[in-house]
Nanobody, 120 residues
Framework: QVQLVESGGGLVQPGESLRLSCAAS????????MGWYRQAPGKERELVAH???????NYADSVKGRFTISRDNAENTVYLEMDSLKPEDTAVYYC??????????????WGQGTQVTVSS
């Protein structure tokens, strides 16, 4: 059983920074694509950023230049450094671990989410 546990969310003012962490149990981490998604009230869940097992990254246009995703395979942890936060970044942030098969996914795991609120 794989567990993803997020931490680091909270309430910050516009322009401030937060660092989210996601610790993964089990043996899948190093071969997984790790991602951060977010869901704001009344909106669909959206991709924020992901990082492949080889370290390639991809970001949503709305966070490019402000957020940085990284991973530590020795610690089975993925991070999301969020700088210059804006009120529109307010959402529940979810960690995801998945591996693609030839068709579909080998697996697709989600964390429980951590709240990020940006407000003055």
């Amino acid at each position: 059983q794989v567990q993803l546990v997020e931490s680091g969310g909270g309430l910050v003012q516009p322009g401030e920074s937060l660092r989210l962490s996601c610790a993964a149990s089990g043996s899948i981490f190093s071969r997984s694509v790790m991602g951060w998604y977010r869901q704001a009230p009344g909106k669909e869940r959206e991709l924020v950023a992901h990082i492949t097992s080889s370290g390639r990254t991809n970001y949503a246009d709305s966070v490019k230049g402000r957020f940085t995703i990284s991973r530590d395979n020795a610690e089975n942890t993925v991070y999301l450094e969020m700088d210059s936060l804006k009120p529109e970044d307010t959402a529940v942030y979810y960690c995801n671990a998945r591996k693609f098969a030839i068709i579909g996914l080998d697996y697709d795991y989600w964390g429980q989410g951590t709240q990020v609120t940006v407000s003055s």
